[in-house]
């Protein structure tokens, strides 16, 4: 466990920001299933947010059950960053997070995500006009650097400390490594080693070994969790179980079923058609790895025309799939 100013992470485990997949039913779901301390928002554009767009709010949205929630914001505009962040407070969310990492074009285009980590007197400007306009706690996630030669965590880390950041997280890769290679964790410990506020580690953690082994190497106060979860929406209970030195809970492939057909079925009743077929084939195609066959299943998800014919394909194969592995 550690806290974030007064609010207990416990387990030290957080299910980290994925546009596009960690939305509010995807993080009550995995809340649901245990080991999870905090979840953290899709990011969400203050550009969005301060013209009033329903798209970033309905993205901010967020249910009781996921307490504590961190809602996380991103922009380049100090004024409008400022302006968002106080929307969140208002929202009632415990956390705001302000993301420094995101590599995709659109968002580094127009100045946001791992583009300030290269622009250090904008980021203090931001950071100021944001800690002036809350007084909730407030967070960065960032990744190494901008590249591998000019890794700059700790100068950030110094700066969002000087300016009243209360935990960072951080992602062992620099922008120009986008996700290839493996996350370096050197930069994780050594960010930690210069830290006086909490430091959450990220990138590569896939099993609850791997999450022991993050601890263990760079002393991180916490470790977040992305695409491991998204694959597996037990990984965070598993860490937890290995990490207070239980077995792990098992979790069988019936139960991975259940899972998948009801939180698919759930997409399909709180958000329209349309929305939801997308957002079904993409959430599909992560749970349904490791599933036996799980790429066959994939085309079906893939090919469905509407979520009607998604989940019956889906009911279909695993009501194939148990007929030849009873379990
Ligand atoms: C599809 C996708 C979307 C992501 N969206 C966000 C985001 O909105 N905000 C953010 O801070 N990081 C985002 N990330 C980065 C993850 O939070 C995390 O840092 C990264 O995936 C490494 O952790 P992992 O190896 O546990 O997945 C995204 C990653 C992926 C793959």
Redesign the pocket.
Known sequence: MFKIRDIPIDPPLIL???????DTLFRQAVKGLGGCGLV????VSTEGMTRNQDQSFHLARFEEAERPVSI?I?GSDPGRMAESAAMVQQMGADIV?I????P?KKVVRQGG?SNLLRDLPLLRQIFTAVRAAVSMPLTV?I?AGWDRNSINAVEVLKLAEDCGVEAL?I???TRCDM?SGQ?DWSVIALVKENARIPIMG?????TPVDAERMFRETHVDGV???????ANPWLLRQCHDHLSGNPTSAVSQRDKAQFMMRFLDRIRSEVPEPVALGKMKKMGGYLSKGIPGGAKLREQLHSAHSTDELLSALSNFFSELFQRVPS
């Open positions: 980290a920001p994925v546009a596009g997949y960690t953290v928002s899709e990011l996380q991103f997070d993301n420094l990492g995101c995709v995500g996630k990744r997280a992602h062992g890769r996700f996350a990220n990138g590569d953690v896939f977040m969790i992305g695409r491991g979860v998204l």
